[in-house]
């Protein structure tokens, strides 16, 4: 099976060394790692905002640089970190400049997780951090939705789950899994490992700009790879079809 994004040998200095992965259609892949190991670079390059050194990355057998803006924010979609907005459009206005149809039209999938039609009059200024997020994300969907719709979308999601309180952190995960159902491909970055386990169809595990594993949840999140990667001490158990994993304790510093 052709991979419909293919990252070969991307380096780009001081932050990514290297990097060699795919992702196939349909794919569900979380991207793990602690502070500063390339995750955001990572999928900013994938999604064409930042020029790597060397390497090469393809869409759909096509490389990336071949495909015309317009294609590219038609079929897919990037959620970067927060940039805050200094103009007060209500969260209606704003939403429309993604919508297909003339009047927002929120796809009652995106309500059902993101629940942001009670303020939907409300300035985005004025709005917490955990509904600004929940915003972003829909107007990141919104903007390929039609593509969705058919299995054909790729969204590039940069810690969607930041600021969201535990219930819509569940909520979007499973709205993920869901598109990805269809024949959608998502990369989305994390940092909550236990979430994203199970929550996962592939998962990346980076440090220091490298992917030190990747595959399958349970090949990737063995105790061995977590402790070498994040400091800590894990406990890894499987029980059925669920990855349980704590962290004991950190590392003693001497």
Same mark, same amino acid.
């Given at each position: 099976?052709?991979?419909?994004?293919?990252?070969?040998?991307?380096?780009?200095?001081?932050?990514?060394?290297?990097? /060699?992965?795919?992702?196939?259609?349909?794919?569900?892949? =979380?991207?793990? &790692?602690?502070?500063?190991?390339?995750?955001?670079?990572?999928?900013?390059?994938?999604?064409?905002?930042?020029?790597?050194?060397? &390497?090469?990355?393809?869409?759909?057998?096509?490389?990336?640089? $071949?495909?015309?803006?317009?294609?590219? #924010?038609?079929?897919?979609?990037?959620?970067?970190?927060?940039? +805050?907005?200094?103009? #007060?459009?209500?969260?209606? +206005? $704003?939403? /429309?400049? $993604?919508?297909?149809?003339?009047?927002?039209?929120?796809?009652?999938?995106?309500?059902? #997780?993101?629940?942001?039609?009670?303020?939907?009059?409300?300035?985005?200024? *004025?709005?917490?951090?955990?509904?600004?997020?929940?915003?972003?994300? !829909?107007?990141?969907?919104?903007?390929?939705?039609?593509?969705?719709?058919?299995?054909?979308?790729?969204?590039?999601?940069?810690?969607?789950?930041?600021?969201?309180?535990?219930?819509? *952190? $569940?909520?979007?995960?499973?709205?993920?899994?869901?598109? !990805?159902?269809?024949?959608?491909?998502?990369?989305?970055?994390?940092?909550?490992?236990?979430?994203?386990?199970?929550?996962?169809?592939?998962?990346?595990?980076?440090? *220091?700009?490298?992917?030190?594993? /990747? &595959?399958?949840?349970?090949?990737? #999140?063995?105790?061995?790879?977590?402790?070498?990667?994040?400091?800590? =001490?894990?406990?890894?158990?499987?029980?059925?079809?669920?990855?349980?994993? *704590?962290?004991?304790?950190?590392?003693?510093?001497?």
């Amino acid at each position: 099976m052709n991979a419909v994004i293919q990252v070969s040998d991307l380096e780009i200095e001081k932050r990514l060394n290297w990097v /060699s992965v795919n992702a196939q259609k349909g794919d569900c892949i =979380h991207v793990i &790692g602690p502070n500063g190991a390339g995750k955001s670079t990572l999928m900013t390059a994938i999604a064409g905002l930042v020029s790597p050194d060397n &390497g090469r990355i393809t869409f759909k057998g096509k490389p990336l640089e $071949y495909w015309s803006l317009a294609e590219l #924010a038609s079929m897919r979609t990037v959620l970067a970190q927060q940039l +805050e907005l200094s103009f #007060a459009l209500s969260v209606s +206005e $704003y939403l /429309s400049f $993604y919508s297909i149809s003339e009047n927002l039209i929120i796809p009652s999938m995106l309500e059902t #997780a993101l629940e942001i039609a009670t303020f939907l009059n409300k300035p985005i200024t *004025q709005l917490s951090g955990g509904e600004r997020q929940r915003v972003e994300i !829909c107007r990141a969907l919104l903007q390929i939705w039609p593509q969705l719709l058919k299995g054909e979308g790729i969204a590039i999601l940069d810690e969607p789950l930041q600021g969201l309180d535990i219930r819509h *952190q $569940y909520a979007v995960a499973t709205l993920v899994q869901t598109l !990805c159902s269809k024949g959608n491909t998502v990369i989305m970055s994390s940092h909550d490992i236990g979430l994203s386990v199970n929550y996962c169809s592939q998962l990346w595990l980076m440090q *220091q700009g490298n992917i030190v594993a /990747s &595959g399958s949840p349970s090949k990737v #999140a063995t105790q061995f790879n977590l402790e070498k990667v994040f400091e800590c =001490h894990f406990s890894v158990n499987q029980k059925n079809n669920f990855l349980e994993i *704590q962290v004991c304790a950190p590392i003693t510093l001497e």
